[in-house]
């Protein structure tokens, strides 16, 4: 196992911000997020209440997804303990915070997953479960995840870049889609995605390069339809995510000399009403290792909060985090284009 290092990574993602920062100097279409922000009237985004707690339990996981802004992997060893879960069962606990939003890397290789969720199923909290489907088939440890999700009220939310396996696979690996409709399938049977089940499946669409998704509702369509007819699967909805310049597909948009004219691409589509109803807003993003961000991008960025004294969930202050000011950078872009894109895809 290839060990952690916390240098290395603080200085990638340093490495990672200054390319952001510095897009303007690149083009004059490129204008500072600020001064976008500043152009509606808007001197800082502030947050309008805390629903949604969403924990990043490990970056480990057993794909290696070329747009993943985690960066995650099977050589990913950093896993959060038992005591951090703990940490933040208290916070959800003593702020009612109705919404627990766990992601990963795969997060069902926590060792404490199940013990984490069925403390939030005992609370009565939603959950959501952002499971990338191969996960549930990687072996017979896995396999009876469908009945452990439907048991604890989990909401089902995965990744299929597209209806086929030729454009799956480009982004996801070889063999992937194959894998990921057998597990559809077997979500399907327990009840999820299914009409008049109150189990929710919902998919997650990215796009395969450097270009906006199309209309959120015109690809559900597409899904439902494709995935039915050829291979008998029901689903809820779909999220259609805007891939924002981080981690690998920043790496990605630099190495292809991409960085630039997506920059662009994205400045162009600003949004005002986008950027009114951004997901940070009202959520509160928690890393691997207890620390507290404005959004699970930021995380990635290491952009945490600016107070020492509250910026880790074992410090958890409610009336701190909803005063606090919400840090912003050029990748934030990503999140107020067109129709606007968070982890429940288009916000308009």
Not at 202 to 230: C, I, T, W
Not at 264 to 283: G, Q, S, T
Request: proline share 5%; aromatic share 10%; net charge negative.
């Amino acid at each position: 196992m290839i060990l952690y290092n916390k240098e290395k990574e603080e200085a990638e993602a340093k490495r990672q911000l200054a390319v952001l920062d510095n897009a303007p100097t690149l083009s004059p279409d490129i204008i500072p997020f600020k001064e976008s922000l500043a152009s509606i009237n808007v001197k800082a985004l502030t947050p309008i209440g805390l629903d949604v707690f969403q924990v990043n339990v490990g970056k480990m996981c057993n794909q290696t997804c070329r747009h993943c802004h985690v960066n995650a992997g099977p050589d990913r060893p950093e896993i959060m303990t038992k005591e951090t879960m703990q940490q933040c069962l208290d916070a959800i606990k003593k702020f009612n915070i109705p919404i627990v939003d766990l992601t990963g890397g795969a997060p069902e290789l926590n060792p404490h997953f199940r013990w984490f969720v069925k403390a939030c199923h005992e609370m009565g909290r939603r959950i959501i479960v952002r499971c990338n489907l191969t996960i549930i088939l990687e072996d017979e440890r896995f396999n009876d995840l469908p009945d452990f999700f439907a048991e604890n009220g989990v909401e089902v939310v995965s990744s299929l870049p597209f209806y086929d396996a030729s454009r799956t696979d480009k982004v996801r690996g070889k063999g992937v889609f194959e894998t990921s409709i057998q597990a559809l399938k077997l979500l399907n049977a327990r009840g999820y995605g299914m009409p008049d089940s109150s189990l929710q499946l919902d998919l997650v669409y990215n796009p395969a390069g450097a270009f906006l998704p199309p209309s959120q509702a015109f690809l559900e369509m597409e899904f439902k339809e494709h995935l039915r007819n050829d291979h008998g699967i029901e689903f809820n909805k779909l999220f259609a995510i805007t891939n924002l310049p981080v981690s690998r597909f920043l790496n990605h948009l630099v190495n292809t000399d991409n960085f630039v004219a997506y920059m662009e691409e994205l400045v162009n589509a600003f949004n005002p009403f986008a950027a009114e109803n951004v997901m940070c807003r009202n959520m509160i993003s928690v890393g691997w290792d207890g620390y507290l961000f404005d959004c699970d991008f930021n995380q990635m960025l290491n952009m945490k909060l600016d107070d020492s004294s509250h910026n880790h969930v074992s410090n958890f202050d409610l009336d701190y985090l909803l005063q606090r000011e919400i840090k912003v950078s050029q990748h934030c872009y990503g999140c107020t284009a067109g129709a606007g894109s968070s982890c429940g895809g288009e916000t308009i």
